[in-house]
């Protein structure tokens, strides 16, 4: 059995890594604040068991008992891996950081950054005593490394949340029984993300009509396939702890 913990489950790639992770013998929890009816009907017609729970993950405090209640030490002694997959995210606000305020600031580090945090902690305080591979898998953006207009608040969680990455991995060298973890952009995907991108406000966000074109000209990805494509390479012995990686250029 392989366990998979997948944050934002309920819609678009995240609920894409769930399709693709559903199977076998699998146990799959999606955390998101919304529960998605088309998921449970997908369990129906798989082997794997499917757990949807309805939490909001800005509440920081409260993952450390998230997670030691959702993996179950039971199933951690029948698993072979486990899998976080940090997915969840948001995009507010988009515009300038003059326009934004402290709240809004607060709400979207809490959401792309300090969940991510908290949950990779106390993942690995849970599964220090597995014996199995662990991997823990944050989408990140290429707005990690490009700065946008309007996207200040944006792409400095994306960056934060790669340094993240690079220093759990380095933290991890020297164990007996390291965790495996990486910061993956999944390129321009299909979802309501996007959606919410070409119709925000171009005083806001100057690079809206490059996004247009995008979706006009049929250039999105599918996120079923850039799911499968990220748990593939995951686990690929080509990708290295810690690493930074564009799915588009892989």
Same mark, same amino acid.
């Given at each position: 059995m392989n366990i998979y913990i997948i944050t934002g489950g309920s819609r678009g790639l995240g *609920? *894409?890594?769930v399709s693709a992770t559903l199977r076998d013998s699998n146990k $799959? /929890?999606?955390i998101a604040r919304t529960r998605n009816e088309e998921l449970d009907k997908l369990q129906s017609k798989r082997v794997g068991k499917f @757990?949807?729970?309805q939490f909001d993950i800005s509440n @920081?405090?409260?993952l450390d008992a998230l997670i030691d209640q @959702?993996? #179950?030490d039971n199933d951690i002694i029948q698993a072979s891996t486990i899998t976080l997959i940090n997915n969840a995210g948001i995009l507010h606000p988009m515009k300038p950081a003059e326009s934004c305020t402290a709240e809004e600031f607060q709400h979207i580090l809490a959401v792309n950054t300090l969940a991510p945090m908290a949950l990779t902690a106390a993942f690995l305080r849970k599964t220090a005593k597995f014996g199995g591979e662990k991997y823990i898998l944050n989408i990140s953006s290429g707005a990690g490394n490009t700065s946008y207009h309007g996207w200040a608040a944006y792409s400095t969680t994306k960056a934060a949340l790669n340094r993240f990455t690079q220093s759990v991995a380095f933290e991890e060298e020297g164990k007996d029984n390291p965790a495996k @973890? /990486?910061?993956l952009a999944?390129? $321009? $995907? #299909?979802t309501d993300m996007q959606e919410e991108i070409r119709n925000s406000n171009e005083d806001n966000f100057k690079g809206i009509e490059r996004f247009r074109k995008l979706k006009n000209y049929g250039h999105l990805s599918n996120p079923n396939d850039v799911a499968y494509k990220a748990l593939q390479w995951l686990i690929d012995e080509q990708c290295e702890n810690g690493g930074i990686y564009d799915i588009r250029n892989l």
């Open positions: *609920a *894409a890594f $799959v /929890i999606s @757990i949807q729970c @920081i405090k409260e @959702i993996l #179950d @973890i /990486i910061s999944p390129g $321009v $995907v #299909d």
